[in-house]
């Protein structure tokens, strides 16, 4: 008897003691060290990378201020806000930007920071920034 590793789409999600013909019948490989949730190469096994930090829901206003002033985007931020022709829109953008709390599900937020060059993980990089500020 032996411990096998069940592999289904590269992770293992099983070990089993087993005998090595059936384990071979499985299509279970020696399980070494290895631990469920670990990843499998067709060779070797390597731990998981660690899932990022969750986005937070929502930053203060300074927190986001202070993470577009490390970015170097603060400036151009503002300017984009000015930037606005129509003076309905300028204003319902600085309500937006002047808000308390700025949240991630923000559509004005998001589309501010595409237009600032940025992506949706960015943007998510960004409040996980923010929120140690």
């Known amino acids: 008897m032996g ?15 087993a005998t090595a013909a059936f384990a071979r019948e499985q299509g279970w ?4 060290d290895s631990r469920i949730g670990d990843l499998w190469d067709g060779t070797s096994f390597a731990p998981a990378p660690e899932p990022p930090e969750p ?8 927190q986001g201020q202070l993470v577009l002033h490390a ?17 309905l829109e300028r204003r ?17 937020l998001a589309g501010l920071w595409a237009q600032l060059g940025g992506t949706p993980a960015s943007l998510d990089e960004a409040f996980r920034t923010a929120v140690t500020l």
């Open 55 to 62: 986005v937070p829901a929502a930053i203060s206003r300074r």
């Open 29 to 32: 490989i020696a399980a070494g």
């Open 71 to 87: 970015l170097g985007l603060l400036e151009a931020a503002e300017a984009a806000i000015t930037g606005i022709a129509d003076p």
């Open 3 to 17: 411990r096998y590793a069940e592999i289904k789409d590269g992770v293992v999600v099983n070990h089993v003691l």
């Open 92 to 108: 319902a953008a600085q309500i937006e930007y002047e808000a308390s709390t700025w949240e991630r599900s923000n559509a004005f």
